[in-house]
């Protein structure tokens, strides 16, 4: 079955520095979505990415889809103690999502 | 308040009682969903409705396990003769019709603790 996968699986880092996640599918993805989930929250949907090679931004967050269409990334700039929590990504694949293994991200004031 | 709601919020059961969950999507969402969540992992499909048609279940799903939506609204869950393995996070979410159709909106999850 497909398989999403995402590293790091965990990063810390001191406010103000950037951060990167990566995402990566074992097949070809129609879209591709992030979702972020604050500790002991729910997933809360940040975007979706369609087009082969698509980025988007919003505002410190960058998201990036690959020519592929297999791998995505998700960049923040500048990071803040706002920021923390686990990214997952997400591939669609036939009305259902197939969520990577997310990253956790701690932001250090 | 529009959002996913999902009752009850906490489950605490002994090994081997029946459990049932309700999930109440947000107003003319034609599609719901159900995940699991385990600590440290992303949500696992579980399954999904279209209105009240059940459209796939996950190999996740074993027959202990079973979903309806019945007037294609809201959702109930129901897990029989409970074992410890079934201990996690049980999240609904919700899709609009159309042009945004595959975006989910999740609700808070109950969290199910068998002992």
């Known amino acids: 079955g497909q398989q999403v996968m995402q590293i790091p699986q965990y990063q810390h880092v001191q406010e103000g520095e950037d951060f990167t996640t990566y995402c990566n599918s074992s097949?070809?993805?129609?879209?591709i979505q992030w979702y972020k989930q604050r500790p002991g929250g729910h997933p809360v949907f940040l975007i979706q990415?369609?087009?082969?090679?698509e980025v988007k931004k919003q505002k410190r967050l960058t998201f990036q889809f690959g020519e592929a269409k297999k791998n995505s990334s998700l960049h923040i700039t500048a990071t803040q103690t706002t920021d923390v929590g686990t990214y997952f990504c997400?591939?669609?694949?036939?009305?259902?999502?197939?969520f990577g293994t997310g990253t956790r991200l701690l932001v250090s004031p | 308040d529009t959002g996913v709601s999902q009752d009850p919020r906490h489950k605490i059961t002994k090994r081997g009682q029946n459990v049932t969950f309700r999930c109440d999507p947000i107003?003319?969402?034609?599609?719901l969903y159900w995940y699991r969540q385990t600590l440290g992992q992303g949500p696992e499909f579980l399954t999904y409705?279209?209105?009240?048609?059940?459209?796939?279940k996950s190999r996740l799903l074993s027959d202990r396990f079973s979903a309806e939506r019945p007037k294609g609204s809201f959702s109930t869950l129901e897990i029989q003769r409970t074992e410890q393995g079934d201990s996690a996070m049980y999240l609904c979410?919700?899709?609009?019709?159309?042009?945004?159709?595959?975006?989910?909106?999740f609700g808070p999850g109950t969290r199910l603790t068998v002992l």
């Open positions: 979410a919700s899709t609009p019709w159309g042009r945004d159709q595959d975006t989910q909106y």
């Open positions: 097949t070809t993805l129609s879209n």
């Open positions: 990415l369609v087009k082969s090679g």
């Open positions: 997400a591939g669609s694949s036939f009305q259902k999502l197939v």
């Open positions: 107003s003319e969402h034609n599609r």
């Open positions: 409705f279209q209105n009240e048609a059940q459209l796939e």
